[in-house]
Nanobody, 122 residues
């Protein structure tokens, strides 16, 4: 069982940055791949980025590649999402997820946080 709590969302102007954090409970954190997904109003939840258990492998959605960076600190049981050069279309609720397997399909992930709102203004 893993419990996830996101933080770091907020309101930023276009071109700005946000850093999201996701703190995980449990001693098995390093056993899980971690992912960030997002959901904009009226849209389906979508893949943003994933990272494997060691941090040695990452993947990104094309829409965020080169702007977002996912990382993890297994000593702190925390995964991060650094978001730079934010665009209006990045506005969404951002969710942290954990699963033994690392996929881009949100419905396959077992554990979820409550989400944190990220809003980009013009």
């Amino acid at each position: 069982q893993v419990q996830l709590v996101e933080s770091g969302g907020g309101l930023v102007p276009a071109g700005g940055s946000l850093r999201l954090s996701c703190a995980a409970s449990g001693r098995t954190f390093r056993s899980y791949a971690m992912g960030w997904f997002r959901q904009a109003p009226g849209k389906e939840r979508e893949f943003v980025a994933t990272i494997n258990w060691s941090g040695g492998a990452t993947s990104y959605a094309d829409s965020v590649k080169g702007r977002f960076t996912i990382s993890r600190d297994n000593a702190k049981n925390t995964v991060y999402l650094q978001m730079n050069s934010l665009k209006l279309e990045d506005t969404a609720v951002y969710y942290c997820a954990a699963d033994p397997s690392r996929t881009t399909v949100w419905s396959t992930w077992d554990y979820w946080g409550q989400g944190t709102q990220g809003t980009v203004s013009s």
